[in-house]
Antibody, heavy 121, light 106 residues
């Protein structure tokens, strides 16, 4: 059974850097085709894709946020870490990580429960 | 960057109705499109992948079709538990979500 869980601060100040960790179980990043993505959702608004990390160490970022994002993986800990710099109140959102299965293209088939991050001084 | 236009943004229908949501891509994306259902306070759930493939365990009243730039998502017999917001998601070199369609019961 695949599970993912997001963790990190619930409150950050403007201009700070946010670090979120996705800890997963039930799959391995050594499996060809596997990926983990980050998606966020401001309150009452639509989903927004942020970044994705693949089994082969490839990574992609949302063009509008590329300069602020970094995604890394720690295969030994079964974790994917997202950092977002220069946080602003508009970045207040629920942040999700999600699993991409092999051979699916980039369909997110299993999601974490999400973690709410508020940006405020 | 490829843009997605999802419509309508909201709709109201009766139990038993057929509901259709569309997504249009700004460029040809083959069949690289997925559909999700999100209920309030919950994470999204994958319903359809690669435009027309039903995810395991998803009821058959949900379906998807299309290829290239125009895609359709259909609920063939709307049930009260289908009240949710539905999103399309494209993948090409990058990933993008549509703006969502809120489905309500009349």
């Amino acid at each position: 059974q695949i599970t993912l869980k997001e963790s990190g601060p619930t409150l950050v100040k403007p201009t700070q850097t946010l670090t979120l960790t996705c800890t997963f179980s039930g799959f391995s990043f050594n499996t060809s085709g596997v990926g983990v993505g980050w998606i966020r959702q401001p309150p009452g608004r639509a989903l927004e894709w942020l970044a994705v990390k693949y089994w082969n160490d490839d990574r992609r970022y949302s063009p509008s946020l590329r300069s602020r994002l970094s995604i890394t993986k720690d295969t030994s800990k079964n974790q994917v870490v997202l950092t977002m710099s220069n946080m602003d109140p508009v970045d207040t959102a629920t942040y999700y990580c999600a699993h991409i299965p092999p051979g699916s293209g980039d369909a997110f088939d299993i999601w974490g429960q999400g973690t709410m991050v508020t940006v405020s001084s | 960057d490829i843009q997605m236009t999802q419509s309508p943004s909201s709709l109201s229908a009766s139990v038993g109705d057929r509901v259709t949501i569309t997504c249009q891509a700004s460029q040809d994306i083959n069949n690289f499109l997925n559909w999700y259902q999100q209920k309030p306070g919950k994470a999204p759930k994958l319903l359809i992948y690669d435009a027309s493939n039903l995810e395991t365990g998803v009821p058959s009243r949900f379906s998807g079709s299309g290829s290239g730039t125009d895609f359709t998502f259909t609920i063939n017999y709307l049930l009260p538990e289908d009240i949710a917001t539905y999103y399309c998601q494209l993948y090409d070199d990058l990933i993008s979500f549509g703006g969502g369609t809120r489905v309500e019961i009349q």
